[in-house]
Nanobody
Framework: QVQLVESGGGLVQPGGSLRLSCAASTPIFNIAVMGWYRQAPGKERELVARISGGITEYAESVKGRFTISRDNARNTVSLQMNSLKSEDTAVYYC???????????WGQGTQVTVSS
């Protein structure tokens, strides 16, 4: 069982930056894919970014602004978010999958609010 704990959320003004981190309770070297999802009020959960085998994938809405990275030595995955917009406001979740295409473990989520 892998426990994921997110941190780094908060309130930021439009145009600002935040860095989210996700710490895993066990080594992640055997985790095939790790990703960040988000869910805004009244909307479905959506993929923000994922990383697998060094290959990254981003939602169109965040390309060029967000960067996902993974540190197997620290058992963490991070999401650097720049040029934040009000529409980025959501609860952000970290997820991990033993196999690509399926996420087995989810974090509790961290709130990101972009507002002036």
């Amino acid at each position: 069982q892998v426990q994921l704990v997110e941190s780094g959320g908060g309130l930021v003004q439009p145009g600002g930056s935040l860095r989210l981190s996700c710490a895993a309770s066990t080594p992640i070297f055997n985790i095939a894919v790790m990703g960040w999802y988000r869910q805004a009020p009244g909307k479905e959960r959506e993929l923000v970014a994922r990383i697998s085998g060094g290959i990254t994938e981003y939602a169109e809405s965040v390309k060029g602004r967000f960067t996902i990275s993974r540190d197997n030595a620290r058992n963490t995955v991070s999401l650097q978010m720049n040029s934040l917009k009000s529409e980025d406001t959501a609860v952000y979740y970290c997820a991990a999958g033993v196999q690509v295409g399926h996420y087995d473990y989810w974090g509790q989520g961290t709130q990101v609010t972009v507002s002036s």
